[in-house]
């Protein structure tokens, strides 16, 4: 499957409150668009806060954003095909309009790529 992921800082003048506010109005947006973008799975994680977090014997940088969106198409071809329409032209505009609202986009990462599932 064709995957994007993001890992997410949200503005600074936001409160997590707030973020969580906007993110889930914005989920609301984009089950609008599900059929219209081809998304076949979305997902949301937030990070569990630091005394929380389990020791993992591993020696790795602490995660340092918000959280973590990962939406999956069928293939890359209906990714790209959902975008070169004009519903799938105007959804876009109206949910990257709605994500500069509450993620910093300039310290948010995202990637495409495709997924291989090895459990599961």
């Not at 889930?24 to 668009?33: E, G, I, P």
């Not at 209906?78 to 300039?106: I, K, N, Q, Y």
């Amino acid at each position: 499957m064709f995957k994007i992921t993001m890992l997410v800082k949200k503005k600074a003048e936001l409160s997590q409150q707030e973020f969580l506010a906007h993110w889930a109005a914005h989920s609301a947006k984009v089950l609008q668009y599900q059929s219209v973008l081809h998304i076949r799975r979305y997902a949301k994680t937030l990070p569990l806060d630091a005394a929380s977090q389990q020791a993992t014997q591993r020696h790795t940088q602490a995660f340092r954003f918000d959280a973590m969106g990962e939406l999956w198409d069928d293939s890359r071809e209906d990714f790209a095909a959902a975008r070169t329409t004009p519903e799938g032209a105007a959804a876009l505009a109206e949910l990257r309009a709605d994500e500069v609202r509450f993620v910093d986009m300039a310290q948010s990462v995202m990637w495409l790529g495709e997924e291989e599932c090895v459990i599961g």
